[in-house]
């Protein structure tokens, strides 16, 4: 009875460590009980759960008579696949379809093979003709988000920001998609997204330029590694003139540089300069995009109109000239201007959270797809920091951004405050630190706006 006692106390231990495993340490569970688990149930029930789901084919001619010689019946044939090969967050398999097979065919049974398989998740993806990538998720990977242990191998202007649900890194990759929308509610985590990014490229040589009309209260604790920053709508217009003239001058270069010797190629960007030549990348991110456009009065409105129009041009042209928009908000629709419309079709990376209307989903991911939209919308507010990204492609993917505290994003850019380029026109809006007066001067210093020249 002792004996029975002791195991019945070892099991019970040894269930209890496993549940704490499994909630702290996921990975970990995913070696030891989830990974052998599926895979044995992959291996032992992959035919009948193909034929199940309709993604099997019949048999050859040559398969069919040689059954009926041995008088059996030929079976459908599934796809030939590979050995399931463990991930981070799951297995992966890699099929070689059928003739007449389709990757959609697999897409629309993903879910099916979800169930049969006790995966999380299961995602379809094509690598080339007649071969599909089947990557199944062990477990909920959005539920808790960490920064990457290792760092991922990315270049210039290129940083992880998000966890996929497939368990791979967003990247946000600025020669690929140099512009971005990002649209959130409040407390939907938008911004813990833009202090991802921002904190990334402060420790690259990269300018930043914030735009953020609520007097700097969201970019303020940033400004030690800012090169310029306007809090007013006034000071924004003034801002964007000088980005398009620093476009300008970029293009003049770009112009007189290229092929100037017959030693030096052709180009069209700044990307073709020479190193030592070449104009160091701007950032700009718009914050609240709908307090810099809104309108009391036609004169108001003859701003926000002449400020959407830079934007559209640096939209534009800025790529070629290394300036890049990040442009944020609540929401983002046609009250914002007769060229909202145009400006968004230049901003190719979007990233949706949990916003408080379709609309802002639908202008953020409608012209992406449908489905984007509608998974958007279904984010639920106990869920902060899941968003939906797509680009031009059509491609969109469910992401989540590890939680980066404001002190912690603060501290990133005080410590990297001695990366700020040099920028001769963005001098003027270099923002400065203002110690307050009497007992509380020991406090941390209150960014403004003000030029450094002051």
Not at 133 to 151: F, H, I, N, Q, T
Not at 169 to 186: S, Y
Not at 197 to 226: H, M, N, S, T, Y
Request: aromatic fraction near 4%; glycine fraction near 8%; charge should be positive.
């Amino acid at each position: 009875m002792t004996d029975a006692l002791w195991i019945l106390l070892l099991g019970l231990l040894a269930v209890a460590a496993l549940v704490a495993v499994r909630r702290r340490l996921p990975v970990l569970f995913w070696w030891l009980v989830g990974y052998p688990t599926v895979t044995l149930r992959v291996l032992t029930t992959y035919r009948a759960t193909m034929d199940a789901c309709g993604l099997t084919v019949p048999a050859s001619a040559m398969r069919r008579a040689t059954a009926r010689m041995m008088g059996r019946q030929a079976a459908p044939v599934p796809p030939c696949r590979s050995l399931p090969l463990p991930t981070g967050s799951g297995l992966v398999m890699r099929l070689r379809m059928a003739a007449g097979q389709a990757p959609e065919d697999f897409t629309a049974a993903a879910d099916r093979l979800r169930h049969a398989w006790g995966a999380h998740a299961v995602h379809v993806r094509p690598t080339k003709p007649g071969r599909l990538e089947l990557r199944l998720v062990g477990w909920d990977v959005l539920a808790d988000v960490r920064p990457p242990r290792r760092r991922l191998r990315t270049e210039p202007l290129s940083l992880p920001l998000a966890l996929r649900e497939d368990g791979h890194w967003h990247i946000r990759d600025f020669h690929t998609v140099p512009h971005e929308l990002i649209l959130g509610a409040t407390q939907s985590g938008k911004s813990v997204y833009l202090r991802n990014l921002l904190c990334g490229l402060a420790r690259q040589p990269v300018a930043l330029a914030g735009i953020d009309c609520k007097w700097g209260v969201e970019l303020a604790p940033f400004a030690p590694r800012l090169s310029a920053l306007a809090d007013t709508p006034d000071r924004a217009n003034e801002l964007l003139d000088t980005l398009v003239e620093e476009m300008e001058a970029r293009f003049r270069l770009i112009g007189l540089r290229s092929g100037a010797t017959p030693d030096t190629g052709l180009t069209s960007d700044v990307w073709g300069l020479p190193e030592k030549v070449r104009p160091v990348p701007v950032v700009v991110v718009v914050d609240e995009v709908a307090e810099l456009f809104l309108a009391a009065g036609k004169d108001d409105e003859k701003r926000r109109d002449a400020m959407v129009t830079k934007l559209i041009r640096l939209a534009q042209l800025g790529r070629a000239a290394g300036i890049y928009l990040e442009v944020c908000g609540q929401r983002f629709g046609a009250e914002l201007g007769k060229g909202a419309t145009m400006l968004r079709a230049q901003l190719t990376g979007r990233v949706c959270h949990r916003v408080n209307d379709e609309t802002s989903a639908n202008m953020a991911l409608g012209d992406i797809a449908q489905e984007a939209a509608l998974a958007a919308t279904s984010i639920p507010a106990e869920r902060p920091g899941v968003a939906v990204v797509g680009d031009s492609s059509g491609g969109w993917s469910r992401v989540r951004s590890p939680h980066l505290t404001l002190d912690d994003a603060a501290e990133v850019c005080r410590e990297t405050s001695g990366l700020v380029p040099e920028l001769p026109r963005l001098d003027a809006f270099r923002p400065i630190a203002v110690q307050p007066a009497g007992p509380s001067s020991t406090t941390s210093a209150v960014p403004t706006a003000r030029p450094v020249t002051e």
